[in-house]
């Protein structure tokens, strides 16, 4: 796909450049002249988003570090004091926490865009890697970027979300304490994730540049997942790609604007306005939003597994509800190898096409139940959609390849395109 | 674009112009924030007076207070400092610029004793932020080879109404902005 | 193509709230759930997209933080500079310093004792309590919770549908809501619930049936000099109001600069999209 340069130095000075350091050559093959299929349809706006809400949160991140002190005696206040007493304090604080939220709205539909369209299929395996990845370390920086600001819920979360590793067998206790720096989450738990809070990001920028340059090796799929094939399939990034992205990133901070002007805490829980105290567990702990599907799946463990008819445990529940959790995670990096069928969109798989929105609405509905106390009926349930999330990675993709029968594929872009203009 | 659309504006050109002016606008008024972010909060400018109780400075003592987490030098000067000041000619002064916000009368801005102290009948208080105006070092008092402040930094001399003499520092000691509120408290800020 | 992804994810929708719908039912017989009563609707003059401060409002309700809730309460982030955002003067501000003879430590002097000097505007607001101890010993082992967050840290579950709404409506008040349905619903505690001793039942409390706290204010307690009226409808709305600037001195900023970046985010999206509509005019796709 990245094909031959046409980039052509017209200055002398660009030609100068060009023949020690060709970095414009670099940036015109990869987002002017390179080919992107024509039928890309809003969904695959995303990546743009997402570069967008990554440069935001690492730029606000950065200023609120020049106000942020990393102490347990005073990180709360030192938040409040820059919102209250800062020049557009409030403003910063606001993008940053919404930010985080927006990211992870964009993170899921470009994911499920995946999922719909078989991204993740051959040649693509490892851009699809790469991106659950950046995924892995977006959930790190937030979880160690929510601990900051030292509320209750901070606190709290730390101290569940760091009780995971007590899970494992033997050596659990010991690896929290060395995680934590103490034996509880503290000053030393605060400093490190404050560190580590400012590294991950820039990590994620790395990863994210692999993640780019694998995509321009292989091209973009396209809503009709077949492979481009001719010229007429593809069009030249710029200006094309560049202004249809543009127009969808603007369209996005309208939606962010929303939030960060006019309900700003709509999306934080109120919990985290009270300072940390290590002594009060608030009544119902909760993680921000986009964890409440993996903490579903956290909770809905509440059974040992045994050797059946003896009373020997395999994995108790702890163990058995943090191996789901992770498990949850973990099969997204299989799905290229699970998927059994050859062809890659939904639009031409009727029965993965259901599959897909029971996905979604599986994903929603133990959003959900992350948010509820756990007990009684959202118990059950919880266990029934931690059930389906990994049948349907598990069984239906490996299964329903070998036996759905696909609807005829258009024989390229150029005759999809074109064919279904002219039915219209 | 192409060659037709570049021989006159067309509408289209203007869309382009508008939606690039759009962008470039709005880029700046966002750089905004992040300039002014940097600037002193509510808080810190909130504490931007000082009040200070002089009653116990006796003749050819002084204190140094903090203001905006600057030192201030308050000097209740001799007699023979202030005569010392008096006698220095305006022509010998390397800075002949009083640099103080409080003087008033004729002549206000120039470097001569009275305009450097807090006034008529209070010329033995000398009040000046003790930073060198060289490189921002703290002079030391009483020392130097005019009897006033010396700054061992990089060698500069002030007389005894804190007046450059020798040395690299440019202009003569800071005098802030301050009044007495009542005989013996002066608010400075 | 669009059409059916269109009408796949409406389904999604209806088969999502047809599920929660469930669910929730199955809340009954649970652990009890507080609060028991949602917080009454108050109509706030700094709801909504236009939303700004009543500046009488809110010195009314600093009015009754002073006359009765500081005896317990601290307001430890707020400084008395900030009341000049109440529409205090700072000579008021000072004078109300000197009234109160409010006093803090001033820095060690030579001998290293530490003495006390008159509070300046740049002070934070002086606790009522030397410290958490003191304020739980005075107060039945219960502690007045600090109030400068406090308006932002108390918000009620809105609970499936109303939070979907919520963005739309744009309603992030439930705050104050919750303060005032709190002070305005102390009642008897109906047959059956069992109320604590030196607790207090309130059926809008939100984490059990009775709280600490006895209802601190009541019709005619606290004077206004604008006529306003004498109540405790009135007073619950005002130090509501007062505790909401408290959690969130720049909301009115806030709003008013959000609505200058809608519009130009909007006018910009509109040129944004006949550009790409242009650009896209000689390419089907």
């Given at each position: 796909m990245s094909g031959h340069s046409t980039y052509a130095p017209k200055t002398g000075f660009g030609k100068w450049m060009d023949a020690r350091l060709p970095i414009a050559r670099l940036m015109h093959d990869s987002f002017v002249s390179y080919p992107v299929p024509r039928n890309l349809n809003s969904f695959y706006t995303f990546g743009g988003i997402l570069s967008l809400m990554l440069i935001v949160q690492i730029v606000t991140g950065i200023v609120l570090a020049m106000h942020y002190a990393a102490n347990t005696e005073v990180a709360f206040n030192s938040v409040e004091q820059f919102v209250r007493d800062g020049n557009f304090g409030w403003l910063f604080r606001y993008m940053h926490a919404n930010g985080a939220s927006m990211f992870f709205i964009a993170v899921y539909i470009h994911i499920f865009r995946g999922l719909y369209y078989g991204s993740y299929k051959a040649p693509r395996e490892i851009l699809w890697i790469l991106g659950c990845i950046i995924f892995l370390l977006m959930m790190a920086t937030a979880f160690m970027g929510y601990v900051l600001p030292w509320g209750q819920m901070s606190f709290w979360g730390a101290t569940v979300i760091t009780g995971f590793f007590t899970a494992i067998p033997m050596i659990g206790d010991s690896i929290q304490t060395l995680l934590l720096g103490g034996f509880v989450v503290d000053n030393p738990t605060l400093n490190r994730f404050f560190s580590l809070h400012y590294l991950l990001p820039f990590m994620i920028v790395g990863v994210v540049i692999l993640h780019v340059w694998a995509l321009h090796v292989t091209g973009q799929t396209n809503p009709t997942g077949v492979e481009v094939k001719k010229t007429s399939d593809v069009i030249p990034f710029t200006p094309y790609a560049t202004v249809k992205d543009a127009f969808a990133m603007v369209v996005f901070l309208i939606v962010f604007a929303w939030f960060l002007f006019y309900l700003p805490n709509f999306l934080g829980h109120p919990d985290n306005y009270i300072p940390a105290d290590s002594l009060k567990t608030p009544a119902h702990i909760v993680p921000e939003w986009y964890f409440l599907p993996f903490y579903a799946i956290l909770r809905a463990i509440t059974f040992n597994i045994s050797i059946p008819f003896t009373d020997i445990v395999l994995i108790d529940s702890k163990l058995g509800g943090v191996l789901a959790m992770f498990g949850s995670i973990a099969v997204l990096f299989l799905v290229p190898w699970l998927d059994t069928s050859p062809v890659r969109s939904a639009n031409y798989r009727p029965i993965y096409r259901w599959f897909f929105w029971l996905l979604v609405i599986t994903g929603i509905a133990l959003g959900y139940l992350g948010s509820r106390p756990a007990e009684g009926g959202y118990v059950l349930a919880a266990q029934f959609f931690t059930f389906l999330y990994f049948a349907h990675f598990l069984v239906i993709l490996p299964w329903l390849g070998k036996f759905e029968k696909p609807t005829p594929l258009p024989a390229s872009i150029t005759d999809a395109v074109l064919g279904e203009k002219a039915k219209a | 674009m192409s060659a037709k659309a570049s021989k006159e504006p067309t509408r289209r050109d203007f869309l382009y112009i508008a939606t690039g002016a759009a962008g470039a606008v709005g880029t700046v008024a966002l750089a905004w924030p992040f300039i002014d972010q940097m600037n002193p909060d509510a808080s810190t400018l909130a504490l931007s007076t000082t009040e200070v109780d002089i009653s116990s400075i006796e003749p050819g003592q002084s204190v140094v207070v903090k203001w905006r987490g600057k030192p201030v030098?308050?000097?209740?000067?001799?007699?023979?400092?202030?005569?010392?000041?008096?006698?220095?000619?305006?022509?010998?002064?390397?800075?002949?610029?009083?640099?103080?916000?409080?003087?008033?009368?004729?002549?206000?801005?120039?470097?001569?004793?009275?305009?450097?102290?807090?006034?008529?009948?209070?010329?033995?208080?000398?009040?000046?932020?003790?930073?060198?105006?060289?490189?921002?070092?703290?002079?030391?008092?009483?020392?130097?080879?005019?009897?006033?402040?010396?700054?061992?930094?990089?060698?500069?001399?002030?007389d005894t109404a804190g007046r450059i003499r020798k040395g690299p520092a440019p202009e003569n000691l800071a005098v802030p902005p301050f009044k007495f509120v009542k005989d013996n408290v002066i608010l400075i800020g | 193509m669009m059409k059916s992804l269109i009408r796949n994810t409406l389904g999604v929708i209806a088969i999502c709230f047809i599920g929660f719908g469930s669910a929730q039912a199955s809340e009954e017989g649970a652990t009890p759930h507080y609060p028991i009563e949602h917080p009454k609707h108050v109509h706030w003059s700094f709801a909504g997209p236009f939303g700004h401060w009543d500046l009488a409002q809110l010195q009314r309700g600093f009015k009754i933080y002073h006359e009765v809730c500081s005896a317990c309460h601290a307001m430890k982030l707020v400084a008395y500079r900030n009341l000049q955002e109440l529409g205090f003067s700072e000579a008021q501000v000072k004078a109300y310093i000197a009234e109160n003879e409010i006093e803090v430590d001033a820095e060690p002097n030579e001998d290293g004792e530490v003495e006390k000097r008159a509070a300046k505007p740049s002070d934070l607001f002086v606790p009522p309590f030397e410290n958490d101890?003191?304020?739980?010993?005075?107060?039945?082992?219960?502690?007045?919770?600090?109030?400068?967050?406090?308006?932002?840290?108390?918000?009620?579950?809105?609970?499936?549908?109303?939070?979907?709404?919520?963005?739309?409506?744009?309603?992030?008040?439930?705050?104050?809501?919750?303060?005032?349905?709190?002070?305005?619903?102390?009642?008897?505690?109906?047959?059956?619930?069992?109320?604590?001793?030196?607790?207090?039942?309130?059926?809008?409390?939100?984490?059990?049936?009775?709280?600490?706290?006895?209802?601190?204010?009541?019709?005619?307690?606290?004077?206004?000099?604008?006529?306003?009226?004498?109540?405790?409808?009135?007073?619950?709305?005002?130090?509501?109001?007062?505790?909401m600037w408290a959690a969130e001195p720049k909301l009115v900023e806030r709003k008013?600069?959000?609505?200058?970046?809608?519009?130009f985010l909007l006018v910009f999206a509109g040129l944004m999209y006949f550009t790409k509509k242009k650009i896209w005019s000689d390419v089907k796709h």
């Amino acid at each position: 796909m990245s094909g031959h340069s046409t980039y052509a130095p017209k200055t002398g000075f660009g030609k100068w450049m060009d023949a020690r350091l060709p970095i414009a050559r670099l940036m015109h093959d990869s987002f002017v002249s390179y080919p992107v299929p024509r039928n890309l349809n809003s969904f695959y706006t995303f990546g743009g988003i997402l570069s967008l809400m990554l440069i935001v949160q690492i730029v606000t991140g950065i200023v609120l570090a020049m106000h942020y002190a990393a102490n347990t005696e005073v990180a709360f206040n030192s938040v409040e004091q820059f919102v209250r007493d800062g020049n557009f304090g409030w403003l910063f604080r606001y993008m940053h926490a919404n930010g985080a939220s927006m990211f992870f709205i964009a993170v899921y539909i470009h994911i499920f865009r995946g999922l719909y369209y078989g991204s993740y299929k051959a040649p693509r395996e490892i851009l699809w890697i790469l991106g659950c990845i950046i995924f892995l370390l977006m959930m790190a920086t937030a979880f160690m970027g929510y601990v900051l600001p030292w509320g209750q819920m901070s606190f709290w979360g730390a101290t569940v979300i760091t009780g995971f590793f007590t899970a494992i067998p033997m050596i659990g206790d010991s690896i929290q304490t060395l995680l934590l720096g103490g034996f509880v989450v503290d000053n030393p738990t605060l400093n490190r994730f404050f560190s580590l809070h400012y590294l991950l990001p820039f990590m994620i920028v790395g990863v994210v540049i692999l993640h780019v340059w694998a995509l321009h090796v292989t091209g973009q799929t396209n809503p009709t997942g077949v492979e481009v094939k001719k010229t007429s399939d593809v069009i030249p990034f710029t200006p094309y790609a560049t202004v249809k992205d543009a127009f969808a990133m603007v369209v996005f901070l309208i939606v962010f604007a929303w939030f960060l002007f006019y309900l700003p805490n709509f999306l934080g829980h109120p919990d985290n306005y009270i300072p940390a105290d290590s002594l009060k567990t608030p009544a119902h702990i909760v993680p921000e939003w986009y964890f409440l599907p993996f903490y579903a799946i956290l909770r809905a463990i509440t059974f040992n597994i045994s050797i059946p008819f003896t009373d020997i445990v395999l994995i108790d529940s702890k163990l058995g509800g943090v191996l789901a959790m992770f498990g949850s995670i973990a099969v997204l990096f299989l799905v290229p190898w699970l998927d059994t069928s050859p062809v890659r969109s939904a639009n031409y798989r009727p029965i993965y096409r259901w599959f897909f929105w029971l996905l979604v609405i599986t994903g929603i509905a133990l959003g959900y139940l992350g948010s509820r106390p756990a007990e009684g009926g959202y118990v059950l349930a919880a266990q029934f959609f931690t059930f389906l999330y990994f049948a349907h990675f598990l069984v239906i993709l490996p299964w329903l390849g070998k036996f759905e029968k696909p609807t005829p594929l258009p024989a390229s872009i150029t005759d999809a395109v074109l064919g279904e203009k002219a039915k219209a | 674009m192409s060659a037709k659309a570049s021989k006159e504006p067309t509408r289209r050109d203007f869309l382009y112009i508008a939606t690039g002016a759009a962008g470039a606008v709005g880029t700046v008024a966002l750089a905004w924030p992040f300039i002014d972010q940097m600037n002193p909060d509510a808080s810190t400018l909130a504490l931007s007076t000082t009040e200070v109780d002089i009653s116990s400075i006796e003749p050819g003592q002084s204190v140094v207070v903090k203001w905006r987490g600057k030192p201030v030098f308050i000097r209740n000067r001799t007699e023979k400092e202030i005569e010392e000041a008096k006698q220095v000619p305006l022509e010998e002064l390397k800075d002949r610029a009083a640099r103080n916000p409080n003087a008033q009368g004729e002549e206000a801005d120039t470097a001569i004793d009275l305009n450097r102290s807090a006034g008529k009948d209070k010329e033995n208080w000398l009040v000046m932020v003790g930073v060198c105006t060289h490189l921002g070092c703290i002079p030391v008092g009483q020392s130097g080879d005019f009897g006033g402040w010396f700054c061992p930094c990089h060698g500069s001399h002030y007389d005894t109404a804190g007046r450059i003499r020798k040395g690299p520092a440019p202009e003569n000691l800071a005098v802030p902005p301050f009044k007495f509120v009542k005989d013996n408290v002066i608010l400075i800020g | 193509m669009m059409k059916s992804l269109i009408r796949n994810t409406l389904g999604v929708i209806a088969i999502c709230f047809i599920g929660f719908g469930s669910a929730q039912a199955s809340e009954e017989g649970a652990t009890p759930h507080y609060p028991i009563e949602h917080p009454k609707h108050v109509h706030w003059s700094f709801a909504g997209p236009f939303g700004h401060w009543d500046l009488a409002q809110l010195q009314r309700g600093f009015k009754i933080y002073h006359e009765v809730c500081s005896a317990c309460h601290a307001m430890k982030l707020v400084a008395y500079r900030n009341l000049q955002e109440l529409g205090f003067s700072e000579a008021q501000v000072k004078a109300y310093i000197a009234e109160n003879e409010i006093e803090v430590d001033a820095e060690p002097n030579e001998d290293g004792e530490v003495e006390k000097r008159a509070a300046k505007p740049s002070d934070l607001f002086v606790p009522p309590f030397e410290n958490d101890e003191a304020a739980k010993a005075n107060n039945n082992g219960a502690l007045p919770p600090d109030f400068s967050l406090l308006a932002k840290a108390r918000a009620p579950e809105r609970g499936f549908p109303n939070f979907v709404f919520d963005v739309f409506t744009m309603y992030a008040e439930n705050g104050p809501d919750y303060i005032y349905s709190l002070l305005t619903g102390y009642q008897e505690a109906p047959a059956g619930v069992k109320v604590e001793d030196g607790t207090h039942y309130n059926p809008y409390f939100i984490a059990g049936p009775a709280l600490a706290m006895a209802a601190p204010l009541s019709d005619g307690q606290v004077t206004y000099d604008d006529g306003s009226p004498e109540t405790l409808d009135q007073y619950s709305k005002d130090i509501s109001a007062f505790m909401m600037w408290a959690a969130e001195p720049k909301l009115v900023e806030r709003k008013s600069l959000g609505f200058k970046v809608m519009i130009f985010l909007l006018v910009f999206a509109g040129l944004m999209y006949f550009t790409k509509k242009k650009i896209w005019s000689d390419v089907k796709h």
